[in-house]
């Protein structure tokens, strides 16, 4: 299974930018998707995720109202549209996708099962 992230790079601030990931192998119908990012010195973190049951959506405080994540399970894509961008955005994106559980919080790592390479975004002041 491979995910595969794209549409990082380097954007000025109050830019926009979209990430997508594709999913050659999975059947989205059942994953939870999500997005993560990493900053250097700092854990990885959930920015967003799409649920796989009814497209209900979760985004920490600081892109709310920004980011917009989207799913289209036929094209087995996950985007995730980045507005208004600050420097607090730049990081290491990932995308991730955890078969959906009726316990999942779906907010740390350990419960995504497939993960993207990994996409640079980089926002300049």
């Known amino acids: 299974v491979q995910l595969q992230a794209s549409g ?12 997508s990931c594709s999913a050659s192998d999975l059947t989205l119908d059942y994953y939870v998707m999500a997005w993560f990012r990493q900053a ?9 995720f799409i649920s796989s049951t009814d497209g209900s959506t979760y985004y920490i405080d600081s892109v709310k109202g920004r980011f917009t994540i989207s799913r289209d399970n036929d094209k087995k894509l996950t985007s995730l549209e980045m507005n208004k961008r600050t420097s607090e955005d730049t990081a290491i994106y990932y995308c991730a996708a955890g078969i959906w559980r009726l316990t999942g919080v779906f907010t740390r790592p350990n419960e995504y099962d497939y993960w993207g390479r990994g996409t640079q975004v980089t926002v300049s002041s």
Not at 8 to 19: K, T
Not at 40 to 48: F, I, L, Q, T, Y
Request: net charge neutral; proline share 5%; aromatic share 0%.
């Open 8 to 19: 990082g790079g380097s954007v000025e601030a109050g830019g926009s930018l979209r990430l």
């Open 40 to 48: 250097p010195g700092k854990e990885r973190e959930v920015v967003s």
